[in-house]
């Protein structure tokens, strides 16, 4: 890589994202200026949602710190990394369950898990997992829809967030090669 080729890289990155907010104010300026009685209701949830962020987010940083800190790579690398198997998905499918809280909390520990050497797959397990199986959701199901639906559901979720991680991480790795062929052609021509 040049020099100064990352910090480029994430000039460009940080360009992108403060276009795609740029965007999105955008976007909520004119929604808001066609339908304006709509405007009490979103300033609402945007505080809600902005409060909510700034009560969990410090102590989501103060934790993926101490896991960063004492969860060595090489623990990550066995039980979750590429050569984990069923039982890095039937970990992942486990550790996406247990936590309750909103799913923007399981991104910070995602992006840990991918630096300490987990593999695509499991992480996209994980996310899908902490989104879509909680214990008391299942709890809920349980006395409301029947146990028939409640195991059927969940089932069904797990088949579907191990296919959607194993496709995705195929997704990766042959994008992945396609850039390398490209930057290969660009070196040679």
């Given at each position: ?23 999105t104010?955008?976007?909520?300026v ?16 945007v ?12 102590a ?15 623990t ?6 590429k ?29 840990t898990l991918?630096k ?7 992480i996209?397990?994980?996310l ?7 214990i008391?959701?299942e ?18 979720t797990?088949?579907?967030?191990i296919l959607?991680g ?10 992945e090669?396609e ?5 290969n ?5």
């Amino acid at each position: 890589m040049k020099p100064g080729g990352k910090q480029a890289k994430q000039k460009k990155k940080m360009i992108r994202d403060w276009f795609f907010l740029g965007i999105t104010i955008v976007i909520v300026v004119v929604l808001l200026s066609v339908f304006p009685e709509k405007t009490e209701p979103v300033n609402s949830t945007v505080q809600e949602y902005f409060i909510e962020m700034m009560v969990i987010l410090p102590a989501v940083m103060v934790i993926m710190g101490l896991f960063a800190v004492f969860i060595s790579n090489e623990t990550v690398v066995k039980h979750l990394g590429k050569t984990s198997g069923i039982k890095g998905i039937a970990l992942s499918i486990l550790i996406g369950t247990l936590p309750t809280g909103p799913l923007y909390i399981a991104f910070p520990m995602a992006a840990t898990l991918l630096k300490k050497g987990a593999r695509v797959s499991n992480i996209i397990v994980f996310l899908s997992a902490w989104a879509c199986i909680k214990i008391p959701q299942e709890m809920v199901e349980l006395q409301f829809l029947g146990g028939e639906f409640m195991l059927l559901r969940l089932f069904l979720t797990i088949i579907f967030v191990i296919l959607m991680g194993v496709i995705i991480e195929r997704i990766i790795k042959w994008s992945e090669r396609e850039n390398k062929k490209d930057v290969n052609r660009g070196v040679k021509g």
